[in-house]
């Protein structure tokens, strides 16, 4: 297998190229376009046999790549921030239609004001959409990941479209080794196309009337029990590729050093690195078992495994880069559900808005004075923690703490 030296985004395209993919549609958005224009460089130099449509939006984008999956292609799509929320439509007319398709989202900030930069805002917007959404840490994990997702979104026992999120610039424009499969050992490994149904003239075949309320009703617990079934077959997936190209990554929760840790911090995306570095130095300058629980996918929701890493931990830390505006942030969310009724403490913190840079340094702190007051009080229950940029602090305390 080559190694090669890839951003992010060429990651994608390199990845969708192994598929055989036959159905591109592409729109430019920051900081997504690379990725369609490789493709397109790809299909025009002859290395890629696929159709590639040029659209006039994001909507028509997914639209297109949703009628050539219902027809029986292999299709994929690309796009990030307001892109994706001006699809928001029609991810839902794919996932209720139990149609198996797979679209990058290379996370960025949304507006206004206006901002390119990496948060985690636009894909956490669309968890209810009944799509599998799956957070990339690296360029390798980039590329294995959107493999990984057609073989999941095509399986049988789901049969749902599956969205590939990776952080903006930090992992889209920023070059890594990548150790690429040869074609041949994917098309071993990844089975031709397979999908519930296909709409063409012949098959007499619709999707989208008028139907019940009974049906529609029944039709939305299906999607609740794919996305169930779809946790055995993205861990099955992870394993599998693990022992056909050497890596796998922990199926939906990826741990370091959770072994023998007291306190967690619990994560998803690029930053996740830096949390380990947070880990590494907590055990070492302050005595302190930290280990971490990287969420690599955000629907279907992996409360099991989660509550088998947490749930006798003494506190748990969890690191949103969004937050649901009243609430709080949506890991934190979903992570202190499922750990309801346990003694388990919490904080929960809202940082790196916008792009904003939050390394090891300004974890560990955080973890750290999480950890003394839940030495101090027995149980600390710390919801919504927002971590100021740096020239906001202003010498004072570094997290600004809300009642």
């Known amino acids: 297998m080559p190694v090669l030296a890839l951003t992010g985004n060429s990651a994608v395209a390199h990845a969708v190229k192994l598929a055989r993919v036959k159905v591109i549609a592409a729109y430019p958005i920051t900081p997504q376009t690379t990725i369609v224009e490789k493709l397109s460089e790809m299909v025009e130099k002859g290395e890629l046999d696929a159709k590639l449509i040029r659209v006039e939006s994001e909507h028509s984008a997914l639209a297109a790549v949703y009628g050539a999956a219902s027809a029986g ?25 139990r149609i198996p398709l797979v679209m990058a989202v290379v ?43 057609f073989r999941v979104s095509e399986d049988p026992r789901v049969y749902l479209p599956f969205m590939v999120a990776l952080d903006g610039f930090i992992l889209s424009h920023t070059t890594a080794p990548v150790d690429v499969p040869e074609q041949e050992a994917v098309d071993s490994w990844l089975p031709p196309r397979r999908q519930p149904y296909v709409i063409a003239p012949e098959t007499g075949v619709s999707m989208g009337n008028i139907v019940p309320d009974e049906d529609y009703f029944m039709m939305r617990l299906s999607i609740q029990e794919a996305m169930n079934a779809a946790k ?11 022992k056909t190209f050497g890596r796998s990554y922990g199926g939906l929760v990826d741990c370091y050093r959770c072994g023998d840790a007291d306190y967690f911090i619990v994560i998803t995306g690029s930053w996740a690195g830096e949390a380990r570095i947070a880990a590494d130095q907590l055990r070492e ?7 971490v629980a990287r969420v690599r996918v955000v629907r279907p929701w992996p409360e099991e495994r989660l509550k088998e890493i947490l749930g006798s931990a003494r506190g748990v830390v969890v690191f949103d880069r969004a937050v649901s505006f009243g609430a709080k942030g949506q890991l934190f969310t979903d992570t202190a559900a499922s750990l309801y009724g346990s003694k388990v403490s919490l904080r929960g913190v809202i940082a790196g808005l916008g792009g904003v840079d939050v390394a090891a340094e300004d974890m560990a702190p955080v973890v750290l004075d999480f950890v003394e007051r839940v030495e101090e009080q027995g149980f600390v229950y710390e919801p919504t923690h927002w971590l100021l940029p740096p020239k906001y602090r202003k010498g004072v305390e570094r997290v600004a703490r809300e009642a």
């Open 285 to 291: 300058q302050a005595g302190v078992k930290v280990g």
């Open 73 to 97: 292609a292999r299709a994929f799509t690309a796009t990030a921030s307001h892109g994706l929320l001006y699809m928001h439509e029609v991810l839902w007319w794919a996932a209720g239609a």
């Open 107 to 149: 996370a960025r900030a949304i507006g206004p004001p206006w901002n390119i930069h990496v948060d985690h805002q636009d894909f956490m917007d669309q968890r209810d959409t009944g799509w599998i959404i799956a957070v990339a840490q690296d360029n390798q994990e980039v590329l294995d990941l959107t493999l990984q997702a």
């Open 232 to 242: 055995t077959v993205i861990e099955e997936v992870d394993r599998d590729y693990g």
